[in-house]
């Protein structure tokens, strides 16, 4: 079956921290996001991805950095400098412009921070 | 800029009854307009596009969408709620060129009672 995992699906982090999200697709979609969830506030975008070894800030971008080496990986790291990162995290992909195009979610990771 | 507002965080419907949820957007261009659904704890998951053909859309679940330009509205519904049907429901607006996501709006959680 196609489709996007994300893991883990809860992490816990301690303060001063660094932690991964992993995303992996195997729909061979060009683009990949990673969005923020907060209660009441929607979806909020992190950074984004067209193609691979390229990909750009989104609002949020603070705090947080990717990689994309691999068509199929877009992998979030939220580091210490990110001040509030207990949130529920949503990773995305879709076969082109994501404006366009329908986008497929992950299942979600849920970061608490101790 | 693309903008999209969703009235009502919350609406609550008995199990039966009609669902409508409203979203009305803004946009220089000819809409892409997206409907998305989320479980709890869960990615989401597209209900239904418009991408200029059909005004009326049917997408999964029995639910539709009508496009209305002179209102600026894209509300959704469905004539019969029930029970599986709580959840958020996201409006999406897109079709900019040189915009690479759409514009979301913050939502608005369904609940339905017995």
């Known amino acids: 079956d196609g489709g996007i995992t994300q893991s883990p699906k809860y992490l816990f982090r301690k303060e001063g921290q660094n932690v991964t999200l992993s995303c992996e697709q195997n729909?061979?979609?060009?683009?990949m996001y990673w969005y923020r969830q907060d209660p009441g506030q929607g979806l909020r975008l992190i950074y984004y991805?067209?193609?691979?070894?390229?990909?750009q800030k989104g609002d949020i971008a603070e705090g947080y950095s990717v990689s994309r080496e691999k068509k199929e990986s877009f992998p979030l790291t939220v580091t210490s400098a990110q001040k509030n990162p207990t949130a529920f995290y949503l990773c995305?992909?879709?076969?082109?412009?994501?404006?366009?195009?329908?986008?497929?979610f992950g299942p979600g990771t849920r970061l608490t921070v101790l | 800029a693309q903008s999209v507002t969703q009235l009502g965080s919350h609406v609550s419907v008995s199990e039966g009854a009609l669902v409508l949820l409203r979203c009305n957007y803004s946009?220089?261009?000819?809409?892409?307009l997206f409907w998305y659904v989320q479980y709890p704890n869960q990615g989401l998951q597209l209900l239904l596009k418009?991408?200029?053909?059909?005004?009326l859309v049917k997408g999964i679940n029995g639910f539709e969408a009508e496009f209305k330009k002179s209102e600026t509205s894209f509300h959704l519904t469905k004539p019969s709620a029930h029970m599986s049907d709580a959840a958020e429901y996201f409006c999406?607006?897109?079709?900019?060129?040189?915009?690479?996501?759409?514009?979301f709006g913050r939502g608005t959680s369904l609940i339905v009672h017995p």
């Open positions: 999406a607006v897109g079709g900019e060129r040189g915009s690479y996501i759409p514009t």
């Open positions: 995305a992909s879709s076969p082109g412009q994501g404006s366009f195009h329908e986008q497929f």
């Open positions: 418009y991408t200029s053909a059909a005004t």
């Open positions: 729909l061979n979609h060009d683009a």
């Open positions: 946009s220089s261009v000819p809409p892409y």
């Open positions: 991805s067209q193609i691979v070894n390229d990909f």
